[in-house]
């Protein structure tokens, strides 16, 4: 790596001053130069969390290694969806390209030159949207790049002109078009439908849903690496979305690579197979079968969960 890493990176931090300090040294390590900080208010009053927001802000206004810092701070709390899709779109107002990076993803070193060597590959290639920094399903592949339908945003890349194409209020009926005409499994299709029903149900409240259906709506793909570069040590009770143990598999080691030992196909041929394998591991942990009554078990708490919640 060179001395500065140049490629501008987005960093989304919120309450938990732990892993926003092991992100920033990584980022310090890796020379980061570039680097925009946006972090949301404190929900609350509760002291707790007010203490917690207050050392995360501090280590951000006290970052000094970056020659190019930007930092976006909220006054008020947006919340979890409305608060990092307008980081993104604050991140875009600014540059053309770059990373994205919250809190709990861990990247590699070989993060950083993967994501730098995707951009430039595949920024005049309209039909990929998006570089993944995940790979639950190690093919074995000599390649560079593999394709997917399933965007990942436990650290990532993309460029501004496809940003721009980003909605954050579709509708139901949209959204099942787009599920419906994108996906022909029955299993992976059952999956996001139900996934779009919690989310329309306020069960959920993210920005990454409506980011996966703008591409699918677009028709388009994402790419990511052959092996796994960015770790998420998010999963615990202070997890907007993982907040219990049963999610814990995914939380995967980062490992480094030499891109140079892997052909570099800019060109890429479509695999299902492999692709409905990253589904399965990373959404469904696992075989066929496993993830059938993974998704039954899952559906299950969560109206549970739902019904406790509304009563």
């Known amino acids: 790596m060179p001395d500065t890493f140049n490629t501008p990176v987005l960093l989304i931090v919120f309450n938990r001053p732990d892993l926003t300090q092991r992100v920033l040294t990584i980022l310090k390590e890796n020379r980061v130069n570039n680097l925009f900080i946006a972090f949301d208010a404190p929900r609350d009053n509760s002291l707790e969390e007010v203490n917690a927001c207050k050392a995360v802000q501090e280590m951000i206004y006290g970052v000094d290694w970056a020659t190019n810092i930007r930092i976006l701070a909220r006054q008020t709390n947006l919340g ?3 608060s990092i899709s307008q ?15 919250e809190d709990d993803c861990l990247p590699s070193s070989s993060f950083f030159t993967f994501s730098q060597r995707g951009l430039n590959d595949f920024r005049d290639d309209k039909s990929i949207w998006q570089i993944d920094g995940s790979n639950f399903y190690h093919s074995h592949t000599q390649n560079l790049y593999e394709y997917s339908s399933f965007p990942l945003i436990w650290g990532w890349a993309t460029w501004k002109d496809r940003w721009d194409s980003y909605r954050f209020d579709f509708t139901p009926q949209e959204a099942s078009d787009i599920i419906t005409n994108q996906f022909n499994d029955r299993l992976i299709k059952a999956f996001w439908l139900n996934r ?5 149900s306020n069960a959920v409240d993210t920005w990454d849903y409506q980011w996966m259906l703008t591409i699918w709506k677009h028709h388009g793909k994402v790419v990511r690496p052959p092996v796994n570069l960015v770790q998420n040590d998010g999963f615990s ?20 690579i030499n891109l140079d030992e892997y052909l570099p196909n800019a060109v890429l041929d479509y695999d299902f197979k492999l692709d409905d394998l990253q589904f399965r591991y990373r959404f469904m942990k696992g075989s066929r079968v496993h993830s059938f009554l993974f998704f039954i078990n899952d559906n299950f708490i969560k109206t549970i969960r739902r019904a406790i919640r509304f009563n």
Do not use: M, Q
Request: charged residues 30%; proline residues 0%; hydrophobic residues 35%.
């Open 237 to 256: 009770s202070r997890s907007t979305h993982f907040e219990d143990d049963r999610y814990n598999y995914l939380s995967k080691k980062a490992v480094n």
């Open 196 to 200: 779009i029903k919690d989310f329309f």
């Open 80 to 82: 979890c969806g409305n």
């Open 87 to 101: 980081a993104i779109d604050w991140f875009f107002t600014h540059v053309e390209e770059g990373i994205i990076l």
